[in-house]
């Protein structure tokens, strides 16, 4: 029922590439006020299908033997540790 409300009021909508539940949560957000600010539904689902995210922000490198090697550098905060 809400994604044929959202459908009929942004037309099909990619999710944007980028990994993580958070990020479809944001998603919704930006949409919200997009259409709280009046900006065309047609250019809000544009947009939001050709986000790719912030140049390494948990950008995938590469895979080998299943493991998936991924630099989230932008992300990390001073002093933290894994």
Excluded: C, F
């Amino acid at each position: 029922m809400v994604r044929d409300a959202v459908r009929n009021l942004l037309g099909e909508v990619s999710a944007p590439s980028v990994p993580g539940a958070h990020h479809a949560h944001n998603a919704v957000g930006a949409l919200a006020a997009g259409v709280a600010l009046g900006i065309p539904a047609h250019s809000l689902g544009s947009a939001l299908g050709s986000y790719t995210g912030v140049k390494r922000r948990l950008q995938l490198k590469g895979e080998a033997a299943g493991v998936q090697v991924i630099d989230s550098y932008a992300g990390l905060l001073v002093g933290s540790r894994i």
